[in-house]
């Protein structure tokens, strides 16, 4: 494990895992962990950016937790955690924001496109929301970073954050590059916004058959095919689009819809019941995980991960001029 290059990601805890979720993230962690040291963790921290009850995450940090482990994130591997377990996180973000100009966050896309979402709460946690994703990449000195696109403009952030620390103070973070997987934009049932669970357009993967049959038969179809028998239109229809994730002979189905020789709605109904098949083992085995074992995964994961980070903040205080800690 030592000659492995350490990588680092997080998810918030914002809803059910879904197909979303699966496809676009979680799908290439699981792959990664053949190859990478991996650090992966539920950002509680993140979540109360827009949520700030935390009573209201806790069930969903641990539905996250079963689903991540359901998919194959598998502990024995990776180091599975949660943030708000790590607290030398808070501390860490606090002291990079130290050498973050305001002029860098206040222009990140994420910060207005959320501000604009959610005007009566642009609290500052919004605003040094990627100097905490800063802190938790370097906390362990994770040099890789799995992310989709949307994230880059906080990598690039994170990457000047760290280049300035280390110019400050003394060289103690490795500069974080962004693993960019080409994570495919995974449009919801509505077919025109991304799959996210504010939106409400999701489909799920580890919920029951009959929740993921409910949903695909809602997904929106081909809008430029009014009749059964007029031909198709795959290229922009959401359902056709799914056919690529699900079946290796897509192209011929693609072609079926051309013809009109396959209907939406039937469509529908065999992605459906490809993606209960599919998913059945991911199922099957999140049933079969105790609520004490997924516990005791995310605790277990969250000590070891703080160790790391303990360890790095050592450091980090003696580099900026702090104390040791007191430890008694
Ligand atoms: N901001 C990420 C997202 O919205 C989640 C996240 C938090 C993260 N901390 C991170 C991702 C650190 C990578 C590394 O998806």
Same mark, same amino acid.
């Given at each position: 494990m030592a000659d492995r290059v350490r990588i680092l990601s997080g998810i918030r805890p914002t809803g059910r895992f879904h197909l979303g979720n699966y496809l676009g993230a979680a799908k290439n962690w699981v792959e990664l962990q053949s190859q990478y040291e991996c650090y992966y963790f539920i950002a509680d921290y993140h979540a109360? /950016? /827009?949520?700030?009850?935390g009573h209201k995450i806790e069930d969903k940090v641990f539905d996250l937790t079963a689903d991540l482990l359901a998919v194959g994130i598998d502990p024995e591997r990776s180091v599975l955690y949660?943030?708000? @377990? &790590?607290?030398e996180v808070a501390e860490l973000t606090l002291l990079l924001s130290m050498v973050t100009p305001l002029s860098w966050v206040q222009r990140t896309p994420a910060f207005k496109e959320k501000a604009k979402i959610h005007p009566d709460n642009v609290n500052l946690g919004l605003l040094s929301y990627p100097v905490l994703q800063g802190a938790d990449i370097v $906390? &362990? @000195?994770?040099?890789g970073v799995p992310v989709g696109k949307d994230q880059l403009a906080h990598l690039e952030l994170i990457r000047e954050v760290v280049r300035k620390f280390n110019r400050t103070y003394?060289? &103690?973070f490795p500069e974080p590059r962004a693993l960019l997987t080409e994570t495919p934009l995974i449009n919801g049932t509505d077919g025109?916004? =991304?799959?996210s669970k504010t939106v409400g357009n999701v489909v799920g993967v580890t919920d029951d058959s009959e929740v993921i049959r409910k949903q695909v038969l809602s997904m929106v179809t081909d $809008? @430029? *095919?009014? *009749? =059964? /028998?007029d031909p198709g239109h795959p290229r922009s229809c959401n359902v056709c689009a799914f056919y690529k994730f699900f079946f290796d002979d897509w192209e011929h189905y693609w072609d079926l819809c051309r013809r009109a020789q396959i209907g939406c709605f039937d469509k529908k109904k065999l992605l459906a019941e490809r993606m209960i098949e599919t998913f059945a083992p991911f199922r099957e085995r999140r049933a079969a995980l105790s609520p004490e074992q997924v516990t005791a995964i995310l605790d277990e994961g969250s000590v070891r991960a703080r160790e790391v980070a303990r360890h790095t903040m050592i450091e980090v205080r003696h580099a900026v001029g702090l104390p040791p800690y007191l430890d008694r």
């Amino acid at each position: 494990m030592a000659d492995r290059v350490r990588i680092l990601s997080g998810i918030r805890p914002t809803g059910r895992f879904h197909l979303g979720n699966y496809l676009g993230a979680a799908k290439n962690w699981v792959e990664l962990q053949s190859q990478y040291e991996c650090y992966y963790f539920i950002a509680d921290y993140h979540a109360l /950016t /827009t949520e700030p009850d935390g009573h209201k995450i806790e069930d969903k940090v641990f539905d996250l937790t079963a689903d991540l482990l359901a998919v194959g994130i598998d502990p024995e591997r990776s180091v599975l955690y949660q943030q708000s @377990k &790590v607290p030398e996180v808070a501390e860490l973000t606090l002291l990079l924001s130290m050498v973050t100009p305001l002029s860098w966050v206040q222009r990140t896309p994420a910060f207005k496109e959320k501000a604009k979402i959610h005007p009566d709460n642009v609290n500052l946690g919004l605003l040094s929301y990627p100097v905490l994703q800063g802190a938790d990449i370097v $906390i &362990v @000195k994770g040099a890789g970073v799995p992310v989709g696109k949307d994230q880059l403009a906080h990598l690039e952030l994170i990457r000047e954050v760290v280049r300035k620390f280390n110019r400050t103070y003394a060289p &103690v973070f490795p500069e974080p590059r962004a693993l960019l997987t080409e994570t495919p934009l995974i449009n919801g049932t509505d077919g025109k916004q =991304r799959m996210s669970k504010t939106v409400g357009n999701v489909v799920g993967v580890t919920d029951d058959s009959e929740v993921i049959r409910k949903q695909v038969l809602s997904m929106v179809t081909d $809008i @430029k *095919r009014p *009749r =059964r /028998t007029d031909p198709g239109h795959p290229r922009s229809c959401n359902v056709c689009a799914f056919y690529k994730f699900f079946f290796d002979d897509w192209e011929h189905y693609w072609d079926l819809c051309r013809r009109a020789q396959i209907g939406c709605f039937d469509k529908k109904k065999l992605l459906a019941e490809r993606m209960i098949e599919t998913f059945a083992p991911f199922r099957e085995r999140r049933a079969a995980l105790s609520p004490e074992q997924v516990t005791a995964i995310l605790d277990e994961g969250s000590v070891r991960a703080r160790e790391v980070a303990r360890h790095t903040m050592i450091e980090v205080r003696h580099a900026v001029g702090l104390p040791p800690y007191l430890d008694r």
